[in-house]
């Protein structure tokens, strides 16, 4: 006959929390968080000691006082009376004007050249393989500097385009300017304007909305909703009876329509550059500085963007074509029904991460003296005041936020058009 | 009845095939010109070619390679062609094309970075191709300490302790295993190793060298330049990252909460930011951060906020990799009663690796252009000395020919790196 023994009376050993696998695990960690600790708490001690020893605590208060530089390339009203703060606000507008402007251009060259490079003809794939190969494999720092270079030396200066007999001419019928110092183009003006809303009064983190601007887009929209629930009502009905009403001059005259209509009723007009003195005057001007980083910063990403787009349309087999035809689809909607919904999702990932690496790079800005976050906080700001550890910090925060926002929304898309597997 | 037959009897020859399906003519009509769009295409790439080799190729080659400065270009090139637009002066790149790699490194020590170079592709080669000596390895043990040595000079016994460090880690360890087991004996040899060169090194290097003093000329760090200090800062934090990103992707994808949580911060923090603020941290902060008193070089430092950008994009790449591998293997790996760092060594490591060498050869790519990031902070890389160069009286005004010549040599580093990835693809592919 047998007995059950109660199994050994475990007793607790300091010994188990090394050779346990069930407590090795907390020692570990516990180590870690120890050993984490104490190296930030020296790095902190010692950058304490070592301000106290140079006579500069840390503190914010350099941000009200007045900045007293200049920032040449602005999208809100600035002088140099106004705040660091202020001009470190000019400087994020900046950074994110030429980040949205490169990824923009960036994604449609990008888009383009991998569409072209899998081109069956010899010659247009060769081409796209050259541009993508010197692309990518010179530092994006010298096409920026580049850019530059070729913007300040082979452009036109605007006194050129002066006198009787000028040796530089205006180009799309005299709207456009290209000078050495930067691209006039025609800017649109309102003759019966609804003027602007102030908001945030006369903090440094003022800026102005235009009315005219929120009244167009609410139009846009309602036109948007209703094209869509036209949309819908020719679905219901190409279920029900099988034959699909004609939409689309209907949906063309809800868009266009009450636009041209408000766009009248403000009375919109272009305001053109012209020559004046020794600079052009009017229009919108995007200073040599923007051009060049902006192409430079495009057409580099591009050549990354056209590669992942070649790879997300090889990644789709054939197979699903042929499928797709032999269902009856025309080869249009093969493309946006079959392929594209599917090499999205191999696209769209390594998208993101470069529109982070072209927002990251346009920090290179600081190379041709264009004003952007690097250029002002991290650049005047930062020497003007001598408070380089509150600057730099900022400044990491700042693109870490706008890092982590990007991709949060980005991350929100992709899990949107994730497969959704058993 | 007529003999008329109506069936032929014997075979006809075969006809050629038509002149325009075979041969150039079939060629271009298959792939320039199989249809309007293709042939419209075709027109506009040829006119685009013309146009930019119209350009370029008379700039490259009618160009004037003597001179001393940029105005005696130009009177030769009048003189010449009539002209000074659109011919390149190559002259520049001939007197300083020395500047550009060296940087101003003393010229009489040239022999140093050129043999360091040298040992670099003799040290690299047995990891990269299976068909070199593995002879070879000696000089890829030694070469992470004689690297510095030929680099900076200084005694030689400084380079020898920090090797002799190693050795008392892994005797010590050897010594405590049967003694006191074998996390105890790890920890300690580690511990002795930290002592030795926090410690120990500094002055015995002083004392071997005052009686024995055995050495090279030194050499500051100021004087570093040129694309040396491009393929320096890019080897250092390419050899450094691998290993660094290698245990940071495995504390990413580790059970343990605290462990994984630091790693996480640490990998989105570094990537979240640009490299230049990094770079700004090297330049400006670094010391603040450290004890009162600490001064170390400015390369030193980029060194380390380099290798430490790099390793955050590296533990991305290979947690890519680790993410790619079937469950099975990890459970295969435990069903044969491997532990954690055997399963990883002998099993994930190996597979995970070759899966992420495409993502791994284009962070290396990316590190090193990434290196010309230190012109910014005043370091004098290329296009640093690119500036330096055009702010000389001599050759004030003069961009294209200096830029060419930069992209030129990054583009022949950058594209045989990537080909090379291609080629380890190649290799290490297992499928049929």
Known sequence: ?422 | MSDTSFVRTEMLPQKAPPVTAVGAIGWARANLFSGWFNSVLTILGLLAVYFVLSGVLPWMFLSVWHASSLNECREIMEATWGETSGHACWAVIKERWVQLLFGFYPSELYWRPVLAFVLLIVAVAPVLFPGAPRKFFYVTAVYPFVMPWLMWGGTIWGPLLVAAGLAIGFFAQRFLLPIVGSLASLIIAVLASVIWWLFLVGPLAGALGSVLNIGLEPVISRNFGGFMLSILIGVVAIGCSLPIGIVLALGRQSDLLIVKAICVGFIEFIRGVPLITLLFVASTLLNIFLPPGTEFDIILRVLIMVTLFASAYMAEVVRGGLAALPKGQYEGADSLGLDYWQSQRLIIMPQALKISIPGIVSTFIGVFKDTTLVSIIGLLDPLGLATAIRADSDWNGIYWELFAFIAFLFFIFCFSMSRYSMYLERRLKTTH
Not at chain 1, 20 to 26: A, G, H, I, P
Not at chain 1, 148 to 160: G, R, T
Not at chain 1, 389 to 396: A, I, N, T
Not at chain 1, 409 to 422: A, D, G, Q, S, T
């Open chain 1, 1 to 422: 006959m047998t007995t059950l023994t109660d199994p050994p009376k475990e007793t607790f050993r300091l010994s188990m929390l090394i050779y346990d696998t069930r407590y090795r695990s907390m020692t570990i960690q516990c180590v870690a968080l120890i050993g984490f600790m104490l190296l930030a708490a020296w790095i902190i001690n010692n950058t304490l000691v070592n301000l106290n020893t140079l006579g500069k605590p840390i503190d914010f208060g350099f941000f009200s006082e007045p900045a007293s530089y200049d920032i040449n390339q602005r999208l809100l009203d600035y002088n140099s009376r106004d705040s660091h703060l202020r001009a470190s606000f000019m400087g994020l507008l900046n950074t994110l004007l030429v980040a949205a402007l490169g990824c923009v251009a960036a994604t449609i060259v990008g888009v383009l050249v991998g569409v072209l490079r899998l081109s069956k003809n010899w010659l247009v794939a060769r081409i796209m393989t050259v541009y993508v190969e010197t692309f990518r494999n010179v530092p994006v720092l010298l096409w920026i500097v580049l850019a530059m270079a070729i913007m300040i030396e082979s452009l036109p200066a605007p006194n050129e385009f002066r006198g009787d007999t000028p040796t530089a001419t205006m180009n799309l019928f005299d709207s456009v300017a290209v000078t050495n110092r930067g691209i006039y183009i025609p800017e649109p003006l309102f003759s019966r304007s609804l003027g602007n809303l102030h908001v945030l009064g006369e903090s440094s983190l003022r800026f102005d909305v235009s009315l005219d601007l929120i009244l167009l887009l609410i139009v846009l929209g309602a036109s948007i909703f209703l094209i869509r629930r036209n949309t819908a009502r020719a679905n219901a009905i190409q279920e029900a009876t099988g034959v699909r009403p004609t939409t689309w001059y209907i949906n063309l005259g809800v868009l266009l329509v009450p636009t041209l209509v408000v766009l009248i009723a403000l009375g919109f007009h272009l305001g053109y550059p012209e020559l004046k003195g020794f600079n052009f005057r009017g229009g919108t001007y995007m200073r040599n500085s923007l051009i060049a980083l902006w192409l430079a910063l495009s057409l580099y990403t591009a050549a990354f963007i056209a590669e992942i787009v070649r790879g997300g349309i090889l990644a789709i087999s054939k197979g699903q074509t042929e499928a797709a035809g032999a269902l009856g689809l025309r080869p249009g909607r093969i493309m946006s029904l079959v392929i594209l919904p599917q090499a999205l999702r191999v696209i769209i990932p390594p998208l993101i991460s470069n529109y982070l690496n072209l927002t990251k790079n346009s920090s290179l800005a600081i190379a041709v003296g264009y004003m952007d976050i690097t250029g002002t906080l991290g650049g005047i700001t930062m020497n003007q005041t001598g408070r380089e550890l509150e600057c730099v910090l900022l400044l990491m925060l700042v693109y870490l936020t706008i890092s982590l926002s990007i991709s949060g929304v980005m991350n929100w898309y992709n899990n949107r058009v994730k497969l959704v597997e058993r």
